[in-house]
């Protein structure tokens, strides 16, 4: 089941914070964060697993509550380098699982 | 570069045709994931081998098959081609299957065009 994203778009001036969420309704093992610029591949940004903890990239940072099944990324104090579509990749619990489902993605443009 | 190959970049064909995609995967992953990104679309997750062996399957079409070989390379090959099919075919490459701490690197993606 796909993940859902929130929100789908976002603009933001230079300077301003944003937060991205991510959700499932199933248990999950791990969720994976990419950002795609147009016309480029998605690339990784951060893994987050089970345990509820919390990571960091320069002035992004990621957090994941299993319980609520939920993931959010935050940017902060975001630059013009920040803008493209998000997607957060889930990976359900459970043996044998191997296939990470991605959302809708949630599109991020910074102005200046 | 993010090490993942793909080719070709861009291939132009008519509907009825059958078309390759090629993808090698970084160096040292045994991983491979094909996906497919249409218009406005997120990233559909068509199928998935480790080190040769189909682990996993999404919702790929019966018209479309894949293999990794002892190379660790891979091919999607998509057949009877409707103009529906044109969008934006990615490999993606990782280390190890399943639950692991590694992400995937991406290749550049293969812009498929159905006429």
């Known amino acids: 089941q796909q993940p859902v994203q929130s929100p789908q778009a976002v603009i933001l001036r230079e300077g301003e914070d944003a937060v991205i969420n991510c959700s499932s309704s199933k248990a999950l093992y791990s969720v994976h964060w990419y950002r795609q610029k147009h016309g480029e591949a998605p690339v990784f940004l951060m893994i987050?697993?089970?345990?509820?903890e919390q990571k960091g990239h320069e002035k992004i940072s990621a957090s994941f509550n299993e319980k609520k099944q939920q993931s959010s990324l935050y940017l902060t104090a975001s630059q013009l380098s920040y803008s493209g579509t998000y997607f957060c990749g889930l990976l359900e619990s459970g043996a044998g699982s191997y296939q990470l489902t991605f959302g809708k993605g949630t599109k991020l443009s910074v102005i200046p | 570069d993010s090490g993942v190959t793909q080719t070709p970049k861009h291939l132009i064909t008519a509907t009825g045709q059958r078309v390759t995609l090629r993808c090698s995967p970084r160096s040292g992953d045994l991983s491979v994931y094909w996906y497919q990104q249409s218009l406005d679309q997120g990233l559909q997750f068509l199928i998935q081998y480790y080190n040769g062996e189909e682990r996993a399957k999404g919702n790929i079409l019966e018209r479309f098959s894949a293999q990794q070989f002892p190379d660790l390379h891979s091919e999607l090959n998509l057949s009877s081609l409707e103009l529906g099919d044109s969008a934006l075919y990615f490999c993606?490459?990782?280390?190890?299957?399943?639950?692991?701490?590694?992400?995937?690197?991406f290749g550049s993606g293969t812009r498929l065009t159905v006429v």
């Open positions: 987050l697993l089970k345990g509820g």
């Open positions: 993606a490459s990782s280390p190890f299957v399943g639950q692991s701490n590694y992400g995937y690197t």
